[in-house]
């Protein structure tokens, strides 16, 4: 369940990033759209860092370091 909801934040902070891109390179109008993604996206990401401190603080998350 909590590697689903990682899976799915990342996947909403990068159509956030996409759609921050599409307003920008296309958007003319006054509006903040832009800033609107941005702020969208940086705090998708603070959650989803939190998320995964959490995840590793109660153990549901390891780290599987290949050396």
């Known amino acids: 369940m909590l ?3 990682i ?3 990342l996947v909403a902070v990068m159509v956030s990033l996409f759609s921050g891109l599409v307003f920008l390179v296309r958007d003319d109008s006054s509006r903040r759209r832009v800033l609107a993604a941005l702020t969208v ?3 998708l990401t603070a959650v989803l860092v939190l998320l ?3 995840g590793f603080y109660s153990g549901e998350l390891k780290p599987s ?3």
Do not use: E
């Open 52 to 54: 995964i401190g959490w």
């Open 3 to 5: 590697k689903a909801t």
């Open 7 to 9: 899976v799915l934040l």
């Open 65 to 67: 370091f290949a050396f």
């Open 41 to 43: 996206r940086v705090s």
